[in-house]
């Protein structure tokens, strides 16, 4: 037995109530958080939360849901297109912080390309929505 466990035998019993309690804030202080979230942000797997349009009007309200989708996604990617643009144009040669703010233009230009492909795939998912409403 090392010197420390046995200068303080209820060392296990009080690390295992401390974890214990550590666990059980963490869970209640988890619970309290999802509890104040918006629903539209909050995920749920039981079962029945996730249904499959089966009207043509349901297959239509999914399709101007991601038609919305993408208009923001486009939204964002013109918004990253400006930052990058400003972020590569106080890059200039031989600046202490050029590095920097090429790196940024860089995160800037990834975002945009990143925006601009989940647009075209919510385009692409509201088509097939409308033309599954056109065979419901």
């Known amino acids: 037995m090392n010197r420390f466990k046995r200068n303080f035998p209820g060392i296990g019993l009080v690390t295992s109530l401390a974890t214990g309690t550590l666990a059980l804030t ?6 309290a958080a999802d509890s104040k979230m918006p ?7 039981a079962a029945g939360d996730v249904q499959v349009p089966r009207s043509a009007a349901d297959y239509a309200a999914a399709a101007a849901k991601y038609d919305q989708e993408a208009a ?3 939204a964002k990617a013109a918004h990253h297109a400006q930052m990058a643009a400003l972020y590569s144009a106080r890059a200039t040669a031989g600046s202490k912080q050029e ?3 090429r790196s940024l233009a860089n995160h800037c230009e990834r975002l945009v390309d990143s925006y601009r492909k989940s647009a075209v795939e919510a385009r692409a998912t509201a088509q097939v929505h409308r033309d ?3 065979s419901a």
């Open 26 to 31: 963490s869970l209640a202080f988890a619970e």
């Open 99 to 101: 590095t920097t703010f």
């Open 39 to 45: 629903a539209d942000m909050k995920m749920s797997v």
């Open 72 to 74: 923001e996604l486009d």
């Open 132 to 134: 599954m409403a056109k």
